[in-house]
C-alpha cells in the first residue's frame, strides 16, 4: 500500500518560514520524481516545486529564490523548505509522486499552510 504522509504545515507570520516534509511508503520511492503542489481554496492546483530521481529541480516562478525542494532517498522524503512567505503562499500544500513515462502517480493528503499576521 503507497502511502504520502505530509506534515510541517501551520500558521506563520508574513517573511516567515516552514519546513514541509513528506515520507513515502509501498513505492521504490528513489525511482519516483517528487512534487509539491498547493491549492487555494476557489483556486486550480498549482505546482510549486518538483525534484527529479536525479536530484535537480524545479520551481514555480512566483516561489523561486525562496523555497528550496530537496530529498532523501535513504529516509523516503522529501523537504519544502519554505522562507520569506507572503500570504498568496497560503493553500494546502499536496505531496505527489511519479514515475517519468508513467501514468500512474500517488498523492498525499495535504498540509494547510496560513500566512497571516
Known amino acids: 500500500q503507497v502511502q504520502l504522509v505530509e506534515s510541517g504545515g501551520g500558521l506563520v507570520q508574513p517573511g516567515g518560514s516552514l519546513r514541509l516534509s513528506c515520507v513515502a511508503s509501498g513505492i521504490i520511492f528513489s525511482s519516483h520524481y517528487m512534487t509539491w503542489y498547493r491549492q487555494a481554496p476557489g483556486k486550480e492546483r498549482e505546482l510549486v516545486a518538483t525534484?527529479?530521481?536525479?536530484?535537480?529541480?524545479n520551481y514555480a516562478d512566483s516561489v523561486k529564490g525562496r523555497f528550496t525542494i530537496s530529498r532523501d532517498n535513504a529516509k523516503n522524503t522529501v523537504i519544502l523548505q519554505m522562507n520569506s512567505l507572503k500570504p498568496e503562499d497560503t493553500a494546502v500544500y499536496h505531496c505527489?509522486?511519479?514515475?517519468?513515462?508513467?501514468?500512474?502517480?500517488?498523492w498525499g493528503q495535504g498540509t494547510q499552510v496560513t500566512v497571516s499576521s
Open positions: 505527489n509522486a511519479a514515475r517519468p513515462l508513467s501514468s500512474q502517480e500517488y
Open positions: 525534484v527529479t530521481s536525479a536530484g535537480r529541480t
